[in-house]
């Protein structure tokens, strides 16, 4: 066995995974073959109202009452979903979609098969949330930027400066406050709202 299956392995058994699922033979065949991976396995049973917060993988049962359940989709948790389904209906299929699970086993269930599903529902698991991670920090970053060009125009109008001026004297003031340049925008944007309530208009000129 290579290192990297090997780590695969081992990551595996790891992995707090909850199973919702009725009784019956599928939930044992299931559970079964979770336990034969190496999982530590906790099966859940009626229907939670909530994602459970517990766990690193969960196997859901698509049924009736996931539709009465809210909030309960990828977004709303930062574990691999993977959706145990019965039927491939329309109404399944809207159920299964609003989830936004990584990865889906149709009935019936077999001991082959589970553990390709969890490895690869994992690594796009894992793939959406790198992908999230990113998008939030560019968001971060846009919003940050804005803030600063907002600043940057309140010390051109208050002070006469040029665009490039009021940027330098910001980035002059983090440096010597030892703070960001966002910090010393919020301190500007702040500053000014402040002599706009006291009715000042615009910040005094030097």
């Known amino acids: 066995m290579s290192s990297s299956v090997r780590r695969l392995f081992d990551d595996l058994r790891t992995l707090r995974v909850i199973v919702i699922h009725p009784p019956g033979d599928d939930r044992s065949i299931l559970e079964a073959q ?9 099966i859940v049973w009626p229907f939670p109202p909530h994602v459970p917060t ?6 859901f049962s698509v ?9 309960w989709s990828a977004a709303e948790t930062e574990a691999t979903l993977i959706a145990l ?5 329309p109404t399944a299929l809207k159920m299964l979609l609003d989830t936004q699970a990584h990865g889906v086993i149709t009935k019936p269930y077999r001991s082959t098969g589970i553990l390709s599903t969890l490895v690869l529902a994992r690594a796009s698991s894992g793939y959406q ?18 803030h600063i060009e907002k600043a940057v125009r309140i010390l051109m109008d208050a002070h006469k400066l040029t665009e490039g001026d ?7 003031r983090a440096t010597s406050l030892r703070v960001t340049v966002g910090e ?23």
């Open 184 to 206: 010393v925008a919020t301190m500007v944007i702040d500053a000014h709202e402040a002599m706009e309530k006291l009715g000042l208009g615009k910040l005094p000129g030097r």
């Open 54 to 59: 517990d766990a690193d993988v969960i196997f």
């Open 129 to 146: 949330h790198r992908l999230r991670s990113k998008i939030n920090k560019l968001e971060e970053a846009i919003k940050a930027r804005r």
């Open 34 to 42: 979770l336990r034969r991976i190496g999982c530590p396995v906790r």
């Open 166 to 172: 009021a940027y330098e004297h910001m980035r002059s």
């Open 63 to 71: 049924v009736p009452e996931l539709r009465s359940v809210g909030d």
């Open 85 to 89: 389904s019965d039927y491939e209906n």
